[in-house]
């Protein structure tokens, strides 16, 4: 599985280069992989990333379904953490050889977002604000604290005390990194990704540690770019900017400013997924955090785990700029906050399989031509 995670990531950048542009307005989601069982295994439990309502994105629509239906004993939503939001489903016991192959989509709005805020000075702080500070931790897979880390960033940070001056000079010297990698990381944590090519999730590792070593709040984002065919999840990096917030960095590419339309994110990564929880699993390799993917907790083997969108890819999600909005930002405002709304009492209801499928009341037909049309029919919901 390591090797095919490792595949994913290089083909999703590959991939890239050709994509078409995304843009503000919808985007569509869609997640489709199979459990085919190689001896009879007991009922088990998958937890699958929602869609985050985050900054300038919110989820519109979400449906889930299993092939056969049958297979599913139940469905539940619930938050994990603060912000993320995971399905719950309950697979029945399969016999040798059969499969269960389960499918979700989503419409995701995302609007615009404009970085002409982002202060010409950063000076680094006495204190950093209660909401950034569990991003500096050290742990397992982003080790700030390793001897090998913080020897390099203190050759980056230097004498410098601009938090702005040490994110760009962060990213000049990953770029060294990256050219001077060679052969292939053993797992995906920071100390690895210092001397061998990994993955976009190794890549966020390190830079996030790079950063935390310097003193300054970095935390990793799951999700689905546009830019990319299909592939299993990426990872991008936030680091924490006095008098602005968290800023998006894109730690494979390396480049700052990253729009949102540019990504879905499914996780916000709490520094407890980058420890023990981030160890090997038969379908992720070592170091890819904890619930940035779908998971299953305490499973002990019997199952050929399989993304299904491409064959003989192991690719299990997508997502794709399906309608471009234009709209002035009062317009974009008042859209999300509906969309807001309208997601945060799905969620707060306690859905629960209804024929077969988790999903919500509003479906992709029903979202309109543009922003304006969009705006009238979630007003009128």
Not at 29 to 42: H, I, K
Not at 310 to 333: C, I, P, Y
Request: proline fraction near 7%; charged fraction near 25%.
């Amino acid at each position: 599985m390591y090797v095919s995670w490792f595949l994913t990531c290089l083909g999703a950048i590959a991939a890239g280069q050709s994509a078409t542009p995304a843009a503000p307005g919808l985007i569509e989601l869609r997640g489709s992989w199979s459990y085919t069982a190689s001896q009879n295994v007991p009922a088990f439990e998958v937890l699958v990333p929602l869609p985050l309502a985050y900054r300038v994105q919110v989820p519109l629509t979400f449906e889930l379904a299993a092939k056969p239906a049958s297979a599913l004993a139940a469905a539940t939503v619930r938050e994990d953490r603060p912000g993320n939001w995971i399905a719950v489903l309950s697979v029945k016991a399969l016999s040798a050889e059969k499969a269960v192959q389960l499918d979700w989509k989503s419409v995701v709005l995302v609007a615009p977002r404009s970085f002409d805020d982002l202060p010409e000075t950063a000076p680094l702080p006495e204190e950093w604000p209660p909401e950034a500070l569990p991003w500096l931790a050290s742990t397992r897979y982003v080790q700030a604290d390793a001897p090998e880390i913080a020897a390099v960033a203190e050759e980056i940070r230097g004498e410098r005390t601009d938090v702005l001056e040490i994110l760009e000079a962060t990213l000049e010297r990953a770029r060294a990194i990256h050219r001077g990698q060679a052969g292939r990381c053993e797992d995906l944590g920071a100390v690895e990704a210092l001397a061998r090519q990994g993955s976009c999730t190794s890549n966020a590792n390190l830079l996030a540690a790079l950063f935390r070593a310097n003193g300054i709040p970095a935390r990793i984002l799951a999700g689905y770019p546009t830019w990319s065919g299909p592939l299993q999840t990426h990872y991008i990096v936030e680091a924490w900017v006095p008098r602005y917030g968290w800023y998006p960095i894109e730690s494979t590419m390396l480049l700052r400013g990253w729009e949102p339309y540019e990504q879905v994110q499914v996780a916000i990564v709490p520094p407890e997924y980058e420890g023990e929880r981030a160890a090997r699993r038969f379908f992720a390799g070592s170091g890819v955090p904890y619930l940035s993917l779908t998971e299953l907790p305490g499973f002990e083997g019997g199952v050929v785990h399989r993304g299904t969108l491409e064959a003989g890819q192991n690719r299990d999600h997508e997502a794709r700029s399906s309608k471009r909005f234009r709209g002035k930002g009062e317009a974009w405002v008042e859209a999300l906050d509906l969309a807001q709304d309208r997601w945060e009492r799905w969620l707060e209801s306690s859905p629960t399989l209804s024929r077969g499928r988790l999903a919500t009341r509003l479906s992709a037909h029903q979202l309109g031509e543009d922003l304006p049309d969009l705006t009238r029919r979630l007003r009128g919901r």
